[in-house]
């Protein structure tokens, strides 16, 4: 009967973009100035990121394996060792808006950083249209919960009726102090409560960085910058957490390398990228943990279908 009501109509149909859209601006570590374009995809392809400056050309497939550890970033990288780094803020807009298949077209080694959230993002989506396509929509859904931890920082998915997303960071005495957030990751939520968020550093840490490489496209124009207990932008903050809402943002976009939806919670405290790709290898390497399944409709958040999910790998089939 299930699968029967699947058939009738209510089974969440895949989307991809209506029509292809470019933008340029800044790497935020390389400070280089990087073209970008996102295109419609097929059904079932997922999110794939092509490098037109490689030699011969690149495609890697945005999931979890292959994707490598770098810092203050997350990056995929192909089998030749060509990296696109910086791709957190655009998978998670990509997430947010329900886009499931497209390929995402750049002439760099980085996506552009934008603003520094993923609010710019969000805005080529809505400009380029959405467009439903046939096949079903397939999430990843928790059936056991699986935890990964440091030394003071940890990052767990634990099962759950929808996808949510909780986060709680710690700077001791700074402006930013100890933040806690929750949300639902739901398309109208994460436009309103989430996208908006921007990355965030410390004054005292941007020489550091630059020395190592880092935040060399880094500016007032694309991350809140704090000073002890100041904020160094002249406009301020968007929201009054706004620190803790940038850390679900990547999250959100971090997760988007799972290669679906997430039907189950997620809670980082004080976890960053790295910790949240081992939080990805860990789940996927217990089959026991995981299964794929079909979305329906009824509900504001994606509920799985009663219908026999299928165990596979964690890669579309």
Known sequence: MARDRASAGN???????????????VALHS?????????????????????????????????????IETPLCTTLVDVRGNQIATIEHLMSALSGCGIDNAVIELNGPEVPIMDGSAAPFVFLIECAGVTVQDSPRRAIRVLNETVVSEPHRAASLSPGASYTVGFEIDFGDTLIGHQEWFTEVA?????????????????QDIEKLRAMGLARGGSLDNAVV???????????????NEFVRHKVLDSIGDLYLAGGPIIGHFQGDRAGHALTLRLLNTLFADTEAWEWTDLTTGSAAPVAAQIQPERAVAARA
């Open 11 to 25: 089974v969440v149909r895949q989307q991809t973009l209506k029509n292809s859209i470019h933008c340029s601006g």
């Open 187 to 203: 398309e109208s939520a994460f436009k309103r409560d989430v996208a908006r968020a921007r990355t965030f550093g410390f004054v």
């Open 31 to 67: 400070g280089a100035k990087v073209n970008m374009a996102l295109h419609p995809a097929e059904a079932n392809s997922g999110i794939v990121f092509r490098r037109t400056d490689a030699d011969g050309g690149t495609e890697i497939q945005a999931l979890w394996k292959n994707a």
């Open 226 to 240: 704090v000073n002890g207990k100041e904020i160094m932008n002249e406009e301020g903050l968007r929201y009054r």
